[in-house]
């Protein structure tokens, strides 16, 4: 089992920049595929980033292609989600999510085991 924790979330203006954390426990996260997704008043969960075990597959919803880059640090137990040129449609909730093996699409919530507690990201225009 793998817990998840969030941070780096704020208010920020649009064209600005946040990096995203989520540090993860366990000594087995080199075995986790990772994921970032966002939720919005109202809105259903949507996918945003995943990174693959050894970093080699980093696919991006195409909201947020070319503006994000997700990134890990194994050795630190971690993943990041630099984002770049925020708009006011990025604010939501950002949940990082785990599985040692997709079970569905890297896009699907419902793929992922073990979820963060979620960092609020507001951008205002």
């Known amino acids: 089992q793998v817990q998840l924790v969030e941070s780096g979330g704020g208010l920020v203006q649009a064209g600005s920049s946040l990096r995203l954390s989520c540090a993860a426990s366990?000594?087995?996260?080199?075995?986790?595929?990772m994921g970032w997704f966002r939720q919005a008043p109202g809105k259903e969960r949507e996918f945003v980033a995943s990174?693959?075990?050894?970093?080699?597959?980093?696919p991006y919803a195409d909201s947020v292609k070319g503006r994000f880059t997700v990134s890990r640090d194994n050795a630190k137990n971690t993943v990041y989600l630099q984002m770049n040129s925020l708009k006011p449609e990025d604010t939501a909730v950002y949940y990082c999510?785990?599985?040692?093996?997709?079970?569905?699409?890297?896009?699907?919530?419902?793929?992922?085991?073990?979820w963060g507690q979620g960092t609020q990201v507001t951008v205002s225009s």
């Open positions: 999510a785990a599985t040692p093996g997709y079970s569905g699409p890297y896009y699907q919530p419902s793929s992922y085991d073990y």
């Open positions: 366990g000594r087995t996260f080199s075995r986790y595929a």
């Open positions: 990174i693959s075990m050894s970093s080699s597959a980093t």
